[in-house]
């Protein structure tokens, strides 16, 4: 019984208590990644958003020039 009681003691419980905090440890890992991977998705669609609206905006600016070069000409 005392080889048991000591083997339990001594061997079993710490690796128990060991795998228990990997456990832990890799879920909490696991969730940040989830929440980084969310973030940089959101940040990626307001990038790309931006980006459209100043293309959009020199599309403007473009077509104004070409009025006004337009207007020049004649």
């Given at each position: 019984m005392d080889a048991i009681s000591l083997l339990l003691q001594y061997v079993v419980l710490p690796v128990g208590a060991f795998v228990w905090m990997l456990h832990n440890k890799i879920n909490k890992q696991t969730t940040d990644i989830e929440v980084i991977k969310a973030q940089v998705a959101?940040?990626?669609?307001?990038?790309?958003?931006?980006?459209?609206?100043?293309?959009?905006?020199?599309?403007?600016?473009?077509?104004?020039?070409?009025?006004i070069e337009e207007t020049l000409r004649k």
């Open positions: 959101a940040a990626k669609e307001s990038h790309d958003r931006e980006i459209k609206e100043i293309r959009s905006m020199f599309q403007r600016v473009f077509e104004k020039l070409d009025k």
